[in-house]
């Protein structure tokens, strides 16, 4: 048998993106269902609130903030559902490929998917709660960072409750107590900035965060497939 | 003949029930091994545990010597999985698909071709996986194994929503690739003929 | 040294050497308790500052700690039982969730009843102890919820260890984002008995709380682990003997 | 004797707090038990099923 080469860990992860990306776009309903949620959600609290201007922009951060982790997390559920059910999870573990490399791909793809896409609109929720302008660039710049968190987060708990009949409902509850530190400096990040005060902090933070994340999550979730998928 | 694949003293566990306990085979070069035994008696969850999808509660499955669980990318990379469920997107078209395995193991790009019209798949090329019947379906699992370059084939119940033809081409690939050095370790309870030396082990 | 270990790790010996162990803690937990109760209500001087009401610390500060305790005996059972796939590990693990939830809900309702006098509010978010305390609740939530969703044992326990360990490296930032979280809008600046700066009077009966609630903690950890162990073994031999001996 | 009870007009929350501890104890205790019970029926009932299947 001619032995062909082995692809490299860049052609898998190429691979799992390409392939992927693709079926987002095959289904464009994952990519918008988070966005009309977004955006929903954030129309609610003027309503339930009311108009005032001043109201508005002190709760303007922190409402962008829980509407964008609400949209990721109804989206986090079919991250490997999927693959779990017709069979892929299978190939993915069985692969020469170290999983943990998978599992970021997979991870990856659902920050495109649902993540930038809400960074790309939040300037435009952040518009309607009167968000002076370089308050939105400090909001884009804390949600970029605190989605992908969010998307590492989401990947461990959607790999340990794939395989249960009722995981969404269980998703929520294990990932969002773990996303509050994200939600705090997130929000506060946001808050501070308009009231130009310093916004470092929350920024390194959240930038360590997600190096953090990056590191440690794609083991965990890889764990989590090959035992949910048993 | 090169001893390839050996379980010893397997046992595992499901829920409540024991399926096998202290089970012992070995696989060699050129040989198939058939897992048989009435439904339920546990010929998936065998070869699941021998592929490394399962944990076994006790025994030790080694690939060339080696055991699997410490070595799984040696294993993995010259293994592949044919199982009941198809394991390719049915949005994507099959082209999309065998690429993508390109990109998780070794594969024979050169032979895209050939193994396609072999496997009668030619002009369903563009077509989403959906659209495809059961049968052709799982003659695209099997074009992913005839491509990889892969030693060892694990396959369970290959023979399910096949017709008489498809059923032979199964046999007939088997045979070519056991006369290629290559083993192979299938579950089904239906009694099959080979060429090649045929091990077979029954589950109660 | 390492027989016993390994000797303990064995199941029908851990729960042999179990059993004894639970009374005395049991015993001595109760011991201790009881006289910090005594000594705490009655004898210890009263806060110049808060008067009688801080007393509440003597329940308050065991529980807070047991429920961290709790949580990084869960932790490392659960690195334990996935690195050596020790089952007794993960028995370990399954039976100090619902003791460290307890204990955290303890140390929420007496950190808010306490609360209410100095602050005048059952519950102040200025106080980042007690929102940490309410984040930690809401993980040994998640960690039973996802133990009870899944049906087969084994399983249960491997993918509730992946969550523990991902909680455990989660816990140290929570409580660093809530501290930062509060000192923004300077919360009331709490003075807290709690440290050992405290009058000796004050303090011992503190110190036989905290082991009391120990040692109670352990014996209780250690009845509820023996009969985590005896589920996931229910199929051994010594365990049918065990039942046999003991029915017939 | 009263005063000393009166925990200088706070004793209803230290008193309340030392109540709760007891009762989450005793519920602690009780969950146990019968946690132990559960499966000691579980185990009882399968061990009668096998000796019947025998």
């Keep these: ?230 | 003949m090169t001893e390839l694949l050996r379980g010893s003293g397997l046992t595992l566990l499901r829920g409540d029930r024991c399926l096998f306990r202290g089970l012992d085979f070995a696989l060699h070069a050129r040989e198939a091994l058939q897992v048989k035994g009435p439904n339920g008696s546990g010929k998936t969850s065998l070869l699941r545990a021998v592929a490394g999808l399962l944990d076994l509660e006790e025994g030790q499955v080694t690939w060339r010597g080696q055991p699997t669980l410490g070595h799984r990318q040696a294993y993995c990379d010259e293994l592949v999985w044919f199982a009941h469920r198809l394991g390719f997107k049915a949005d994507l078209t099959l082209v999309d698909n065998l690429r993508f395995e390109a990109g998780l193991r070794r594969t024979r790009m050169d032979r895209f071709d050939e193994v396609l019209e072999r496997l009668g798949l030619g002009r369903l090329t563009r077509l989403p996986l959906r659209s495809l019947s059961a049968g052709q379906q799982r003659r695209v699992s099997l074009a992913r194994m005839l491509l990889a370059d892969a030693r060892l084939w694990l396959m369970d119940e290959p023979f399910t929503n096949l017709d008489a033809a498809g059923q032979a081409l199964v046999l007939e690939l088997i045979d070519a690739h056991l006369a290629e050095g290559g083993a192979c370790m299938l579950a089904s309870h239906q009694p099959i003929v080979l060429q090649g030396t045929l091990k077979s082990l029954v589950l109660q | ?248 | 004797m009263t005063e000393m009870f009166a925990m200088g007009n706070y004793g209803a929350y230290v008193w309340s707090s030392f109540g709760l501890t007891a009762i989450v104890m005793l519920a602690c205790v009780a969950q146990a038990r019968s946690r132990q019970r559960t499966v000691y029926q579980q185990i009882e009932t399968r061990l009668k099923a096998m000796e019947s299947a025998e």
């Excluded at chain 1, 609290?45 to 922190?62: H, K, M, N, R, S």
């Excluded at chain 1, 559902?81 to 998978?102: A, H, K, R, V």
């Excluded at chain 1, 395989?163 to 409902?169: E, F, Q, V």
């Excluded at chain 3, 199929?235 to 017939?248: D, I, P, T």
Aim: glycine share 8%.
């Design chain 3, 1 to 248: 040294m390492w027989t016993f270990f390994h000797k303990l790790a064995s199941p029908p010996h851990f729960y042999d050497i179990s059993a004894r162990f639970i009374p005395w803690f049991a015993v001595l937990g109760l011991l201790l308790i009881g006289y910090g109760t005594v000594a705490g209500l009655f004898f210890a001087p009263a806060d110049y500052q808060q008067g009688d009401a801080f007393r509440i610390i003597y329940v308050h500060v065991p529980a807070a700690y047991l429920s961290m305790m709790a949580y990084s005996i869960m932790a490392v059972s659960a690195a334990i039982g996935l690195i050596w796939r020790m089952k007794l590990a993960h028995a370990v693990a399954a039976g100090a969730a619902p003791l460290g939830a307890w204990f955290t809900f303890l140390a929420l309702a007496t950190g808010s009843i306490w609360g209410r006098p100095m602050w005048g509010t059952w519950w102040e978010w200025g106080d980042p102890r007690l929102t940490s305390e309410l984040i930690m609740l809401f993980l040994y939530f998640g960690y039973m919820a996802l133990r009870a969703a899944i049906d087969d044992t084994t399983k249960a326990d491997k993918a509730s260890a992946v969550l523990a360990l991902v909680g455990a490296v989660n816990i140290p930032i929570i409580h660093f984002s809530v501290e930062w979280w509060s000192s923004l809008h300077q919360g009331p600046t709490l003075v807290r008995e709690g440290g050992p700066a405290i009058e000796p009077a004050m303090l011992y009966p503190l110190l036989a709380m905290i082991f009391g609630f120990t040692f109670f903690f352990g014996a209780l950890l250690l009845a509820r682990v023996r009969t985590e162990v005896l589920s996931r073994e229910h199929r051994a031999r010594w365990v049918r003997n065990m039942m046999m001996g003991e029915s017939a």
């Design chain 1, 1 to 230: 048998m001619s032995a062909a080469n082995r692809p490299t860990l860049v052609a898998g992860l190429v691979a799992i993106l390409r392939r992927d990306l693709l079926l987002a776009f095959k289904r464009p309903g994952d990519v918008l269902n988070p966005l009309f949620f977004f955006a929903i959600v954030s129309t609610l609290f003027p309503l339930a609130i009311g108009p005032a201007p001043e109201q508005l922009v002190a709760i303007g951060p922190g409402v962008v903030w829980v509407a964008a982790l609400l949209a990721m997390l109804i989206s986090m559920n079919g991250m490997f559902l999927g693959d779990f059910e017709d069979g892929s999870l299978d190939q993915l573990i069985l692969s020469p490929q170290p999983l943990p490399l998978l599992a970021l791909g997979k991870t990856i793809t659902h920050w495109l998917v649902s993540g930038l896409p809400l960074v790309l609109v939040s300037p435009l929720i952040a518009v309607t709660y009167q968000m002076p302008f370089d308050t939105i660039g400090v909001m884009m710049a804390t949600l970029s960072l605190g989605t992908i968190s969010l998307s590492l987060l989401g990947s461990v708990g959607a790999a340990l409750t794939v395989g249960l009949n009722r995981g969404s409902a269980l998703l929520s509850l294990l990932v969002l107590p773990l996303a509050m530190p994200i939600l705090i400096f997130g929000a506060r990040t946001v808050a501070l900035a308009a009231s130009n005060d310093v916004v470092s902090a929350g920024i390194y933070f959240l930038a360590a965060y997600c190096v953090l994340g990056l590191s440690l999550a794609p083991f965990a979730t890889a764990a989590a497939l090959r035992i949910s998928n048993e």
